[in-house]
Structures are given as structure tokens and as C-alpha cells.
């Protein structure tokens, strides 16, 4: 039976970088979403506040457009170290799965991320885990730079 992601032969990570992209994306809709008249098209920027000051809505769901918003910025603050390893071990030609298994990783790593922070951060002692699917991506950023620097050693 064949897989059905073929992660030894053929690149998928190039494939990644726009779906990272995705990922980073996600929390902002949500956040539009959530904040529904309180969003504020001409300066986007403000929604928040407009959210904090309207009492029709939720604190817990203020709370929650709040950490959306944290979490694509987070996935910005990442997403281009990400876009240069992946390149970075391209060009390094390291090993197809190699890339493809690490590249992968970070998705679902961001993935976790997002639902972890907007989700799962009401309770506060749960917020090691935020840390923790955070560490695991910046893990297979790091790892996708160290194994271009040694093909290429």
C-alpha cells in the first residue's frame, strides 16, 4: 500500500512555506470573526480596543480575539525564518524526507500553536504548553539550518 504523502521522494516542503502562510492567517480571520461590528476595516488596528470597550461582548471572547491576534503575529515573527530554511535546505540539498519530515513538523507545530494559545490559554496553568508546541517549531526551523550547514561542510 502506498503512503499517501510520499515524504522520501518527492519535495513537499517548498509547498509548505504558503501553507505556513496559511496557518499564520487562520487566527487573524478568526479574530475578524469574533470581534463582528467591532471590526474596524479602516484601521484594523484598533479592533481590539473597540472590542475591550464594547460590553455586549464576552470578556472571555475579548480575551480570546486578543490571544488570536497574538498568534498570527507570533507565526509572522517565525514565518520567515521558516521560508529561509526551508530554502536554506533546499540549496544545501539535504535529504528529501529529511526536509519533508521537518518542514512538516513545523505545521503542525504552528498548528497546535494557534489552537493551543486561542483556545486552551483560559486556563493559565496550561500556558507551558503554548511554550512548548512554540519551542518545537523554532525546533524544526533550527534543525532545517543545521542540516544545510553540515551537507554543506
Known amino acids: ?26 487566527p487573524h480571520a478568526y479574530s475578524i470573526v469574533l470581534a463582528g461590528k467591532n471590526y474596524d476595516l479602516d484601521s484594523p488596528r484598533r479592533t481590539e480596543d473597540l472590542c475591550a470597550k464594547d460590553t455586549s461582548l464576552d470578556k472571555a471572547v475579548v480575551r480570546r480575539i486578543s490571544r488570536a491576534k497574538a498568534a498570527s503575529a507570533n507565526g509572522f515573527e517565525t ?23 521537518l518542514a512538516l513538523l513545523y505545521l ?17 496553568r496550561l500556558a507551558p504548553i503554548r511554550s512548548l508546541v512554540w ?9 532545517l539550518f543545521v542540516k544545510a550547514g553540515i551537507q554543506t561542510n
Open 108 to 124: 503542525v507545530s504552528r498548528a497546535a500553536y494557534n489552537f493551543v494559545y486561542i483556545h486552551l490559554q483560559d486556563n493559565k
Open 1 to 26: 500500500m502506498d503512503p499517501i504523502l510520499d515524504l522520501s521522494t518527492t519535495n513537499w516542503s517548498y509547498y509548505t512555506v504558503p501553507i505556513a502562510f496559511m496557518l499564520v492567517m487562520v
Open 135 to 143: 519551542l518545537v517549531s523554532l525546533y524544526a526551523i533550527f534543525a
Open 79 to 101: 514565518l520567515s525564518l521558516y521560508a529561509a530554511a526551508v530554502i536554506a535546505a533546499n540549496a544545501a540539498k539535504v535529504e528529501t524526507e529529511a526536509v519533508n519530515k
